[in-house]
T-cell receptor, first 114, second 113 residues
Framework: DAEITQSPRHKITETGRQVTLACHQT?????MFWYRQDLGHGLRLIHY???????NKGEVSDGYSVSRSNTEDLPLTLESAASSQTSVYFC?????????????FGPGTRLTVL | AQTVTQSQPEMSVQEAETVTLSCTYD???????LFWYKQPPSRQMILVIRQEAYKQQNATENRFSVNFQKAAKSFSLKISDSQLGDTAMYFCAFMEYGNKLVFGAGTILRVKS
């Protein structure tokens, strides 16, 4: 069965370190998204991609970067982790294009920055 | 920018009863989709129901139904015959052109036996 996975599921890091969260999907979806979930804010869009070599900034992109070298993966990098980036991170994917396609979510990664 | 407001941070309901979760949104777009997602303690995001703005008929999925009022920009979720497994955080979300989702802050629903 097709799926979307995230790794690691839990991560503790220190302020200033570079951290990369992995997202891998086997749906063969062109669209991929990264969200962060914080109490009182729901999920907020960090970055998204409509296909290989395409990346776009979302609502809360400062301090984060992504790259898309293949269809299956969209890793999220925190260049210099800050305590404000302690959160739960969700990756999602959907069929390609700009239309209103359902997004399928990964299980999430809980990141703690000390 | 689109915004989604869920005004009820927490709600509780007795098993087998009906509960309604509220959601309002703000947009200038004419076509869009609205969604309700369920997030149980496992943290997995589960799609409950979706509604296309151009469809006047309210969506229904088994015990879950919506009351979509386009002019009022309101999109409430009704859960009938509540079950213990319905205990979860529920998110209302707006999908804008470009396939991007904007979420509300969520409502924690507790079903009591």
């Amino acid at each position: 069965d097709a799926e979307i996975t995230q790794s690691p599921r839990h991560k503790i890091t220190e302020t200033g370190r570079q951290v990369t969260l992995a997202c891998h999907q086997t749906w063969n979806h062109n669209n991929m998204f990264w969200y962060r979930q914080d109490l009182g804010h729901g999920l907020r869009l960090i970055h998204y991609s409509y296909g290989v070599q395409d990346t776009n900034k979302g609502e809360v992109s400062d301090g984060y970067s992504v790259s898309r070298s293949n269809t299956e993966d969209l890793p999220l990098t925190l260049e210099s982790a800050a305590s404000s980036q302690t959160s739960v991170y969700f990756c999602a994917s959907s069929e390609g294009g700009l239309s209103y396609n359902e997004q399928f979510f990964g299980p999430g990664t809980r990141l703690t920055v000390l | 920018a689109q915004t989604v407001t869920q005004s009820q941070p927490e709600m509780s309901v007795q098993e087998a009863e009906t509960v309604t979760l509220s959601c309002t949104y703000d947009t200038s777009e004419s076509n869009y989709y609205l969604f309700w997602y369920k997030q149980p303690p496992s943290r997995q995001m589960i799609l409950v129901i979706r509604q296309e703005a151009y469809k006047q008929q309210n969506a229904t999925e088994n015990r879950f139904s919506v009351n979509f009022q386009k002019a009022a920009k309101s999109f409430s979720l009704k859960i009938s015959d509540s079950q213990l497994g319905d205990t979860a955080m529920y998110f209302c979300a707006f999908m804008e052109y470009g396939n991007k989702l904007v979420f509300g802050a969520g409502t924690i629903l507790r079903v009591k036996s």
